[in-house]
């Protein structure tokens, strides 16, 4: 069974790889890192601005890519049913050959601007950086997979993404800003740090920021985060959770898949 | 009536000169020859007599320097007090020191024991000696035109509760402290009720509260001094006519730490300073009528946080660069001056071509505001959505402070900037110091 997986993932890899949307992701990331490498100064500034452009584009393109490639193999799908294979190896299997290429395509456009530009002197928060973009990759991937098994329609489908994508990158941290300013009476630092956990591109921004110098301007408040984050603990708690929101998706998904009457 | 003092002042010291050209005798202390101690050298001397203490170790306890002597240590001699004793005590007016290595003064919790005290006193001197692991460093108190050059000052203190300070002053008068290099005591520079003294080229690092601290201590200058990496930076307060030019706070990182802290500073001069990688670069608090002109602000976590107790403060040919907030302010109201400054945030346009933007800058954001009522949300920094709001904020102010605006934000850094701020060199591990006053001196060419 496990080598059907890896035949699915075999095929997937080389489909997406030929694909031409995944070259331009690559090329958008290269240029993007060099661009800022080359105009932007010192390393530690070219992280921090970095990280604003990848929160903000992994996430949408993960979930667009995905769904629409999802949709547009639908038959492909249908065939492949049809022969004696497992649902769930090949949803495990479409999964990690569509997220597989897209975290590669991240690592290698981020990467070589920093192996070409930069000496080595912000390799904590480089390494903060890569690790979190991956997993935010497979996060968003998951998550792009749970909507196309859930919703067989198109239109539906996007919508659903688009609001989800639109509610972790901004409408949540509205929320979090409400909340704090209603319950600015009680000490916050412990729940914000809870409520930050539940969404994962908070979780990555947190993690590149509290990577880089950044921390020390927080005060107080920081002194806590820092605590937290900073310590071995924390980020290994913080990349769990993170995989985590990975996994919960991806197993949702696969339920809906399962269950699906095609 | 002033000048008749220095001028009789003047003559006294003349005649002093005078006096030690023509009777001074010479001792020397070596522990194998006749004078085999300085309490002994010190009996035995004249007032005006130079005593020359030998390469030993002398463990005599606490020695009382109670006539106007000289005294020379001849390749680091070392005396100590045993964490039992404060080490030397002058009492007697122009004292010289120099060339010792003084350590191990007795921490105390009743008595302020020092390496070096200097009490009552007219004109002493204290040049060129190491004052290792002593609670106190130099401890001056009432005493009047002494120098402190050149010492090199350092203690490993690890709990503010049992450490003194590197160089404190009490009630004193025209003094200057040159040159030294103070680390790890509790503050690097204290100074108290002391006035018309002169704090120059000293470098206070890694001291447990403050790189320099004082209080009440009026008409001083300080200068090309580097405070940096202090557990609490800088703090001034209560105090008028202070002038605080080309000086360095630089990586006071930490969550109660600031660059530069001034609490009811007014009438003062706060110039061409360099704030670098401080949590807080400056934070002013009931400071009035202050000149805060040409320094640079660059990578700070706030550069200026402005309370609404700070009237009538101009800031004007400041260079802010990349710091996360530029002001912060905790009231919509402002009685503060902005002009002519430089924002690295600054996004405007510059149609006529004359360097100054046709857009004014308004420094604050609205997140400042929003971290300053609820500081758990700093936690959003950097978000989307914070960002948003900045830009809506920054179209159509609403609860910004209107009159904080900088109607002549200048377009280019200015041209002494790129010699001033070289943070690559500075990382590199260049002499930081260095780095600055070299550009310093360009700029004072331009």
Request: with cysteine; net charge neutral.
């Amino acid at each position: 069974m496990m080598n059907t997986t890896m035949k699915i993932i075999k095929y997937e890899l080389f489909d997406v790889l030929r694909n031409k949307w995944l070259i331009g992701y690559a090329l958008f990331f290269l240029l993007a890192t060099d661009t800022l490498f080359r105009f932007g100064g010192g390393g530690a500034k070219v992280v921090l601005s970095f990280m604003n452009i990848m929160l903000f584009v992994i996430p949408l393109v993960c979930l667009i890519f995905s769904l629409m490639y999802i949709y547009n193999a639908r038959e492909f799908i249908e065939l492949l049913l049809s022969q004696p294979i497992r649902r769930s190896t090949l949803f495990r299997g479409m999964y990690f050959g569509l997220s597989a290429p897209l975290a590669l395509g991240y690592l290698f456009g981020v990467g070589v601007p920093f192996l070409l530009h930069d000496n080595g002197a912000h390799l904590a928060s480089l390494i903060m950086l890569l690790l979190s973009g991956v997993l935010l990759t497979f996060v968003f991937t998951a998550l792009a997979f749970q909507i196309a098994a859930w919703q067989v329609d198109r239109a539906k489908g996007f919508g659903a993404a688009l609001l989800a994508w639109l509610v972790f990158a901004v409408l949540y941290d509205g929320a979090i800003l409400i909340i704090s300013f209603t319950f600015a009476d009680y000490p916050l630092e412990k729940p914000m740090l809870v409520l930050t956990m539940l969404n994962p591109i908070d979780l990555a921004r947190i993690l590149i920021l509290l990577k880089s110098d950044f921390a020390a301007l927080m005060g107080y408040t920081g002194a806590v985060f820092q605590h937290f984050f900073g310590s071995e603990l924390g980020v290994v708690l913080a990349l769990t959770v993170l995989a985590g929101w990975a996994i919960a998706p991806f197993w949702l998904g696969a339920r809906f898949f399962r269950k699906r009457d095609f | 009536m002033k000048k008749r003092i220095f001028k009789n002042f003047a003559i006294i010291v003349l005649l002093s000169q005078i006096s030690i050209v023509c009777f001074a005798g010479e001792l020397t202390v070596e522990p194998n020859g006749t004078i085999s101690t300085i309490e002994q050298a010190l009996t035995q001397a004249q007032p005006h007599d130079t005593i020359y203490v030998n390469k030993a170790l002398y463990r005599e306890g606490n020695i009382v320097i109670g006539l106007p002597v000289t005294l020379i240590g001849v390749d680091w001699p070392v005396i100590d007090g045993e964490n039992a004793h404060e080490v030397l005590t002058v009492t007697a007016d122009s004292v010289t020191i120099k060339g010792f290595t003084i350590r191990n003064a007795a921490i105390s919790y009743i008595e302020e024991n020092a390496a070096i005290k200097v009490k009552e006193t007219l004109g002493c001197i204290i040049d060129g000696n190491r004052l290792l692991n002593n609670f106190f460093g130099v401890y001056m108190e009432q005493s009047e035109a002494a120098t402190i050059t050149n010492n090199e000052i350092s203690s490993v203190a690890k709990r503010e509760a049992n450490s003194g300070n590197g160089i404190h002053l009490w009630y004193c008068k025209s003094i200057t402290i040159r040159n030294n290099r103070i680390s790890g005591h509790r503050d690097g520079i204290y100074f108290e009720f002391v006035e018309h003294s002169k704090i120059s080229g000293n470098i206070s690092e890694h001291n447990l509260r403050y790189g320099l601290h004082f209080m009440f201590s009026n008409h001083c200058r300080y200068t090309k001094n580097t405070f940096r990496s202090n557990g609490a930076g800088v703090a001034v307060m209560y105090t008028h006519n202070v002038e605080m030019v080309e000086n360095i706070f630089a990586q006071n990182w930490g969550s109660a730490s600031f660059g530069l802290l001034l609490k009811e500073i007014t009438d003062s001069e706060i110039r061409r300073n360099l704030f670098w990688q401080n949590t807080l670069g400056v934070y002013t608090e009931g400071s009035n009528r202050l000149q805060v002109n040409d320094n640079v602000f660059a990578q700070n976590g706030w550069a200026v946080r402005v309370m609404a107790n700070s009237m009538q403060n101009h800031f004007a040919g400041n260079q802010f660069l990349e710091n996360s907030f530029d002001v912060a302010t905790n009231s919509r109201q402002n009685f503060n001056t902005f002009e002519g400054n430089y924002w690295s945030a600054y996004r405007g346009y510059d149609l006529n071509r004359d360097g100054i933007g046709d857009v004014p800058f308004r420094p604050v954001r609205l997140f400042s505001l929003i971290v300053e009522k609820q500081s758990a949300s700093l936690i959003l920094l950097r978000s989307f959505f914070i960002d948003m709001l900045d830009l809506a904020e920054q179209m159509l102010p609403m609860l910004t402070p209107e009159t904080l605006i900088d109607r002549k934000p200048m377009m280019k850094r200015a041209k002494w900037l790129a010699e001033v701020y070289r943070p690559e060199a500075m990382l590199g591990g260049e002499d930081q110091a260095k780095t600055f006053y070299d550009r310093n001196e360009a700029v004072a060419q331009h």
